[in-house]
Structure formats: C-alpha cells, structure tokens
T-cell receptor
C-alpha cells in the first residue's frame, strides 16, 4: 500500500537559516509527489510537484524539492527561511486508481516555527 | 471569491445531532473530495466523487455520507455526530487532464472546523 512518512513533527529554525523538510514515500511505481503548505487558519496551497523529468523541482516562495528514487525521498528545501514561512507542511503522493484516476495520500505533516 | 468554498467555516454541535458541511466550486472540475485533518495524522480521505453519478468511499467513511448535487456541489453529512468526529474538514477538487493524464493536484477550500460536544 502507498504511504508517506514525514519523520519530523516539529522543526524550529532561525530566520535566514536554511531549511530541509524530509519526506519518504512507499509506492510501487513512479510516483506523483507534492508538497503543500498550510498557513494558520487557511487551506492547503500547492508549493511544488514532481511528475517526471528533472528530479530537482522548483516551486513557489523560493522552495525546491529533490526526488531521489534510490532513497524513496522527496525532501523540501529552502536556502533562507523567512518568518512568513512558519506553517505546516504536508508531503503527498499520488496513487493511481482503476481507470487512471488519482487520489492523494498525505503524510502527517511537519510544523515549522521560525525564530526571529 | 475563493474557487472552492466551504460552509460553515466553524460549527459547534452536540452528540447525536445531524450536521451537513457544504462545498461548492467554480473551477469547473469534475472530481471532488472530502478530507479530514487531525493533529499528527495529516489528511485522510473520507469520500470522493469523480462525477455527479460516481461516489466512492475513502479510508475513513464510517459515520459519514455524501451527496453530489451537481458538478459544482459536494456535501458531507454526519448523520449522528460523535465527539471523535471533532476535526478540521477540507473539501478539494481536481481536474482531469486534457490528455487523460491526471496529475492528481488538489485545490482546497479553507476548511470547516467542527466541534462535537
């Protein structure tokens, strides 16, 4: 069965520091991978996605993620964190269903706090 | 206006009451979903619908029902609410790609926070 693991429940970084959020997935074929961000009181917003091709994916707000098939990982990175990046981040994998439709399976999330 | 609108945004109710959460979308997407978010558990799929005549159970459908009234409307009902249904509920939509290559990207509403006392 497909699954997503985000090993870090909470992460705290200082403003201006670099960030890496970890995501590992379990899936038997080439996955569709996503990172979403949820700001307090808001819905989820797509940061970036990977379907195929270049394994380094650029997203919005200065985020990037790298797909590593050998490690079943899709870690999210940002070189310099801003206070407004404080939010909860969710990694998700696309799971094809019969007929070619997809549904997403989400990790438990990583809550990011940013110190001034 | 938001592309995916959920009502109500907040609701407090008592055990045993019937509750309906409504979702409407202006994105023109065929597929709609209801997810539930609990701290430490991420989002779990309750029900999904690929078109008006197609309804499917997700991972945690027990205690819930849905109705797809139109392409743009998908409602979630709790027939007899219980305290462990206290959660943040999200409606989402997705597109079916032009070439049939659905990438699964979801577009979310802002959530409905439900508290069952």
């Amino acid at each position: 069965a497909q699954s997503v693991t985000q090993p870090d429940i909470h992460i705290t970084v200082s403003e201006g520091a670099s960030l890496e959020l970890r995501c590992n997935y379990s899936y038997g074929a080439t996955p569709y991978l996503f990172w979403y961000v949820q700001s307090p009181g808001q819905g989820l917003q797509l940061l970036l996605k990977y379907f195929s091709g270049d394994t380094l994916v650029q997203g919005i707000k200065g985020f990037e993620a790298e797909f590593k098939r050998s490690q079943s990982s899709f870690n999210l990175r940002k070189p310099s964190v801003h206070w407004s990046d404080a939010a909860e981040y969710f990694c998700a994998v696309g799971a094809p269903l019969l007929g070619g439709y997809n549904k997403l399976i989400f990790g438990a999330g990583t809550r990011l706090a940013v110190h001034p | 206006d938001a592309d995916v609108t959920q009502t109500p945004r907040n609701r407090i109710t008592k055990t045993g009451k019937r509750i309906m959460l409504e979702c409407s979308q202006t994105k023109g997407h065929d597929r709609m979903y209801w997810y539930r978010q609990d701290p430490g558990l991420g989002l779990r799929l309750i029900y999904y619908s690929f078109d008006v005549k197609d309804i499917n159970k997700g991972e945690i459908s027990d205690g819930y029902s849905v109705s797809r009234q139109a392409q743009a409307k998908f409602s979630l009902s709790l027939e007899s609410a219980i305290p462990n249904q206290t959660a943040l509920y999200f409606c989402a939509t997705s597109d079916f790609g032009l070439a049939g290559d659905n990438t699964g990207e979801l577009f979310f509403g802002e959530g409905s926070r439900l508290t069952v006392l």
